[in-house]
């Protein structure tokens, strides 16, 4: 499957953006997806999960009351809803895809497909 991701952007803080990730080629419905984040100089770290059917979410600490996911399998896309952003946020955001296994969801490494990244820059 191929993924895309959008809707990065620079935003004052307190701000909001919408990043989606449109995917192609196989079934999008059977993937879990994942959102994560790397911030200049840090590592690659976990933000938000929803598994194949929309059902259940998770998501990190630092996000967590901030930050809504979603997905629409008619369109084959993913979002990621974020409000309230703070410059702690500034980062390449990266959808991922994880087939429907028992895998650890927060973990890059349970991910099989990647997106390009979508920069989101916060202002103070």
């Known amino acids: 499957v191929q993924l895309q991701a959008s809707g990065g952007g620079l935003v004052q803080a307190g701000g909001s953006l919408r990043l989606s990730c449109a995917a192609s080629g196989r079934s999008f419905s059977i993937y879990n997806m994942g959102w994560f984040r790397q911030a200049p100089g840090k590592e690659r770290e976990f933000v938000a999960t929803i598994n194949w059917s929309g059902g259940s979410t998770y998501y990190a600490e630092s996000v967590k009351g901030r930050c809504t996911i979603s997905r629409d399998n008619a369109k084959n896309t993913v979002y990621l809803e974020m409000h309230n952003l703070k410059p702690a946020d500034t980062a390449v955001y990266y959808c991922?895809?994880?087939?429907?296994?028992?895998?650890?969801?927060?973990?890059?490494?349970?991910?099989?497909?990647w997106g390009q990244g979508t920069q989101v820059t916060v202002s103070s």
């Open positions: 991922a895809a994880a087939p429907t296994l028992p895998r650890a969801l927060t973990m890059q490494s349970s991910y099989d497909y």
